[in-house]
């Protein structure tokens, strides 16, 4: 990532909507701007599903699921964060299990990028699907993007919710409706 | 406001993190954001303060106050948002009542600035009291930084709570106990 140049465009745009980027409390914003793209942004030329190849190798093959993992991304078409809920389900191979937190670590290192929140939850269906090799997987995020509340149509509270299906929860409805009903029961 | 010079910025910060802005979905972001950034920061010029000039000679002395009003803001250290909500209380000089949205316009026009949470609360009621010349002025915001949550130090669902005082509110403690209890009753 080329840091001096995110803190060049940054005093551009401060340029641009009229401030001085020389008075007190701007000072340090294009170096801080830079260091914050790097640590929300980072993830354009990682691979999130690396975290997944950490498998145990257990017999389960009931289904897991992690629900309400936060999610912070940044819409790309407006470069203003989205951010709400992940919640995922796969049923695995005997052998494959992954750790929870890998799970958690990929839906984050997709989320570290321009993303649109359709194109972010189908890419952690697949990843989980291509390395875990599992029986189905499930993903649902619902978010709030601030393109939607604090500009544009101002629609705060709003929520947008996005989900991808593979393997047997595509063809098995039974099974997709109880992953979903798992969804909605009462909070620890 | 220079839209091009922003829309230069933010071909540059697209290059700097390793994306293609030439791919499909960030073809127009560009220029969605310079017009973003127009909406949301487009208040450096303007005095948020004129709105108040629009006033009734109504011989109310008793204390007026507009709760929970939504605020969005960008924090001028990172150019992420802040948001949450304004409360405004003021006990007008006979005579020199303003209308209730010019209020939340001028809390609007405050927020669409690169912004300190404390120096918002304070432009505000200094604004207030210039204008309105009231007995005096109580401003609280209470609102979650962006920068706190998604990245830093993560701490969704930490709170920032700033207040401003003037005239009456400061000197007579029990004026400022009775508005703060208003502050917590219930929602309508
Ligand atoms: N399906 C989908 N749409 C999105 C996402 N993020 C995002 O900005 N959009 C939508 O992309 C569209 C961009 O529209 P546009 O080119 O007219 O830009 P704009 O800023 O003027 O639109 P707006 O003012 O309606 O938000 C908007 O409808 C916006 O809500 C996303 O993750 N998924
Ligand atoms: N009092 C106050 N502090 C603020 C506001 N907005 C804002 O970013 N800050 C603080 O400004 C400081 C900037 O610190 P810094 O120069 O070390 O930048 P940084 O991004 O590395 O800090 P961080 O990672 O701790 O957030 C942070 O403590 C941040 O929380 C605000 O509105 N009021």
């Given amino acids: 990532m080329d840091l001096k140049k995110i803190e060049q465009a940054v005093t551009m745009i401060l340029e641009a909507i009229g401030e001085d ?34 498998m145990f190798n257990e017999e389960h093959e009931e289904m897991v699921m992690v629900k309400d993992i936060p999610l912070y991304s940044m819409c790309e078409h407006h470069l203003l964060p989205f951010y709400g809920v992940a919640h995922i389900a796969y049923i695995p191979q005997a052998g494959r299990i992954t750790g929870l937190s ?10 570290k990028r321009p993303q649109l929140q359709e194109r972010l939850t189908a890419q952690i269906a697949n990843s989980l699907m291509d390395v875990l090799e599992p029986q189905g997987v499930l993903v649902v995020i619902e ?46």
Same sequence: chains 1, 2.
């Fill in 102 to 111: 890998k799970i958690a670590r990929t839906v984050e290192g997709f989320a």
């Fill in 21 to 54: 980027p020389q008075r007190e409390g701007l000072l340090d914003t294009p170096k801080r701007v830079a260091r914050m793209y790097q640590e929300i942004l980072g993830g354009i030329e990682e691979d999130p599903s690396r975290h997944l190849h950490v």
């Fill in 143 to 188: 978010a709030e993007h601030m393109c939607m509340t604090m500009r544009g149509v101002k629609k705060p509270g709003s929520r947008t919710v996005t989900s991808a299906v593979r393997g047997i929860f595509q063809k098995n409805k039974a099974t997709r409706s109880e992953a979903i009903a798992l969804l909605n029961t009462g909070k620890l």
